[in-house]
């Protein structure tokens, strides 16, 4: 099962689950989303590599999350433009409480454009 809150749904994101640890979501491109430059904004690429990596630990029966972020680190290698964001994130550890997740934000021709990681606190 995949998170459900507002925010997510606002944004449009697709999600697919390819393993317990591994998934993909991916979003459409709207033009409210561009900076000044007229390239994606670093905050939508930022949001959706959070939320990506935030799934891949399964939310609750009720569709809820039972991981914050405490920490998150993104790399922009490349202006993004098109249509369409994917993301692909796994779980690199897991303890008890702290998850380490990565994550690779690619555009609609595959071209990679940020790299993402973080640390996230699982909710008992």
Avoid: W
Avoid at 6 to 22: A, I, N, V, W
Avoid at 58 to 87: C, H, M, P, Y
């Amino acid at each position: 099962m995949f998170i459900e809150q507002p925010f997510d749904q606002f944004l449009r994101f697709e999600y697919e689950r390819h393993s317990d640890t591994h998934v993909t979501v991916s979003m459409p491109v709207e033009p409210l989303y561009l900076n000044s430059l007229g390239i994606i904004h670093g905050g939508i690429i930022s949001s959706l590599a959070d939320v990506a990596m935030c799934n891949t630990i399964e939310s609750d029966e009720d569709n809820k999350q039972k991981a914050v972020t405490v920490d998150l680190n993104i790399s922009f290698l490349k202006g993004a433009r098109g249509s369409r964001l994917i993301a692909e994130a796994e779980i690199i550890s897991s303890g008890k409480t702290l998850t380490h997740a990565q994550c690779l934000i690619y555009d609609e021709n595959t071209q990679l454009v940020a790299k993402a990681k973080a640390v996230l606190f699982n909710k008992q």
